[in-house]
């Protein structure tokens, strides 16, 4: 063990790693020695520690753009804030969140499509004369949920674009050594996810999509990745009884996703996009916000109506947690959003 | 009105930094007396107010601070940067200290009238 490793700049040192290395950059220095003239005080205090790492994880999450407030960075002169920084940061955050989102909603929403096929499938007859309905809100739902999932895609599809095109320019030009990882990472998942979920959505319990609102393939293809998002998690027993490729695809997918979202916002953080291409995605971030929020007030409104007689509009305990974990991601991306926006005030004001 | 470096006004006082504005306002108070270090800045405000900023707190408010543009820190080849207050910065914390000094003047007022003729000694 070094000196340093010992005594007071030691437990500096140790409570520094609370703080993320952006923060570590700009205030590390000042930091430790106001840590170590307080321990050289107050040679043990619980309430320091965790005064540090409530503080840490609050640096973290401003770093995330969830703080409020553009992180000050080493290096960026009078105006402290590095704008550009932020941005990038903020819309990986925000990429992220809404991939979260996109997750979530996909499992909901399918099963919303599911519901609304069948209904519309079977009609009356003597032997059937009482047949699956469409409820009003559940229908409600289901036209805005499908409405704003095809708007959420064009939105990530317009997002997408720009930063292919500048990280694919930076690979060629040979300036994008960092930049491999997170491509391959994301290629590899994105090829997981669409070898997988083509695989299992000749398991799709729709009708084939002839009557429904989204074209069947791609509604099967959306029930087959979201397939994770199940009750089954909380049953071992059934789930027990389902083929060893589908739970092993149910387990796969998560971390398949998450994947995907991770290398999508380190691209974004280190593509070193222009401020113009930032500027328009900032533009598209605030707009899938809104969107989402609509999806969101769909859902929502589906859960807390219940499946107004109607069996197979019926929204489980998984589906209250997932509107619980879209709603959470959705905050989490509003709040990068607004980061991102006041960021790009102050990268226009004139220094 | 002078504007923060967020573009924000810096007229409201400290009414963006909700449950921040206790630390903010006395590092502010402390800077408004010259610039100071972060070690200096805890002794300032234990003297003067009779707290002790944690250092996690203390920082977080500084950042806080820092990024609004209503302090600066100095350049310095010492490891213990100081930090001085800024134009918005003393604009934003008049603004403060005159809301609460409303507040205050009020409270006593009714304390002096209400609480020494009666009905509230019970």
Redesign the interface.
């Known amino acids: 063990m070094s000196r340093a490793d010992t005594g007071a700049a030691g437990s500096a040192a140790r409570l520094l790693r609370w703080y993320p290395a952006a923060w570590r950059d700009r205030y590390g220095d000042e930091f430790a020695e106001l840590l170590i003239a307080d321990i050289e005080e107050r040679p043990r205090s619980m309430a320091r520690t965790l005064d540090v790492a409530r503080g840490g994880i609050i640096a973290r999450l401003a770093d995330l753009g969830l703080g409020g407030f553009p992180l000050p960075a080493a290096g960026a002169g009078a105006g402290a804030v590095d704008p550009h920084r932020q941005v990038r940061v903020s819309l990986g955050t925000i990429g992220a969140a809404l991939a979260v989102c996109l997750a979530f909603g996909a499992a909901m929403q399918s099963q919303l499509t599911i519901a609304w096929e069948w209904s519309t499938a079977v009609a009356p007859s003597a032997a059937d004369p009482d047949p699956p309905f469409i409820p009003a809100v559940a229908g409600f739902a289901t036209l805005v949920t499908s409405a704003a999932m095809l708007a959420i895609l064009v939105l990530a599809t317009a997002a997408t674009i720009p930063v292919i095109v500048t990280v694919a320019a930076r690979l060629v030009a040979g300036a994008g050594r960092r930049l491999v990882l997170p491509v391959a990472v994301f290629a590899v998942a994105v090829a997981v996810l669409f070898t997988g979920g083509r695989q299992f959505e000749n398991g799709w319990v729709g009708t084939g999509g002839h009557d429904g609102l989204i074209p069947g393939g791609v509604a099967a293809f959306e029930w087959a990745t979201s397939l994770w998002v199940s009750a089954y998690w909380a049953h071992p027993g059934a789930l027990a009884a389902f083929p060893l490729a589908e739970r092993a695809w149910m387990l796969v997918t998560p971390f398949a996703l998450a994947a995907v979202a991770l290398a999508a916002a380190t691209l974004v953080r280190r593509a070193g996009l222009s401020a113009r291409v930032l500027a328009f995605e900032a533009r598209l971030a605030t707009a899938a916000c809104a969107v989402t929020g609509v999806f969101l007030v769909g859902v929502a409104c589906w859960v807390a109506t219940g499946s107004e007689g109607a069996p197979l509009f019926h929204p489980g305990l998984i589906d209250v947690a997932a509107t619980g974990a879209l709603a959470l991601a959705l905050a989490a991306a509003v709040k990068a959003a607004g980061t991102a926006s006041r960021s790009l005030r102050l990268a226009r004001k004139p220094a | 009105m002078s504007k923060r ?3 924000e006004p810096a007229g409201r006082g400290l009414s963006g930094f909700g449950r921040y504005a206790g630390p903010a306002t006395l590092i502010l108070s402390s800077l408004a007396d010259g610039p100071k ?3 200096a800045l ?1 002794k300032d405000v234990e003297e003067f107010a009779g707290v002790r900023l ?7 408010a ?3 601070l ?4 209503l302090i ?2 100095i350049e310095t080849d010492d ?3 100081p930090y001085q207050l800024t134009a918005a910065g003393a604009t934003a914390l008049k603004a403060h200290l005159d809301a609460q000094r409303r507040v205050t003047d009020v409270g006593l007022r009714r304390l002096s009238i209400n609480w020494t003729t009666g009905w509230g000694t019970a």
């Open positions: 470096a967020d573009g270090h972060g070690y805890t944690a250092p996690g707190t203390l920082y977080e500084l950042a806080r820092e990024s609004q543009g600066q820190a490891r213990r940067r």
